[in-house]
């Protein structure tokens, strides 16, 4: 389930509109890692800014709070950047890189 928040931003002629974002789940199965984070276009790929918990099944999680949009991410799993392995959805980049993509629609 997301749970919605609005927010109240203003334009530059003062006029104010709300903007819906939402709290977007990120997961990883990796029950061996000892340290999982998430990096992505929405933190700058900035380690250090999403670290995920794990939890007792094995898998590690965090959300992020988003708008409507096309999100870059990959797992930082063990000092080891990954593709999201349960995501089909990738872009494959200039220098050869692929980055799993999250669509969020509110």
């Given at each position: ?6 927010k109240?931003?203003q ?33 700058s ?50 220098n ?11």
């Amino acid at each position: 389930m997301l749970d919605i928040l609005i927010k109240k931003i203003q334009t530059k002629g003062h006029k104010k509109y709300r903007r819906k974002t939402s709290k977007v789940r990120f997961d990883i199965y990796a029950p061996q890692a000892s340290n999982v984070e998430l990096v992505g276009c929405f933190n700058s790929w900035m380690p250090g800014q999403h670290i995920m918990k794990k939890e007792r099944d094995g898998f590690w999680k965090t959300h992020v709070t988003l708008c409507s949009g096309q999100y870059e991410y990959k797992f930082i799993v063990d000092n080891k950047w990954e593709i999201d392995p349960e995501n089909s959805n990738t872009v494959i980049m200039d220098n050869g890189t692929i980055n799993s993509v999250k669509k969020v629609v509110i």
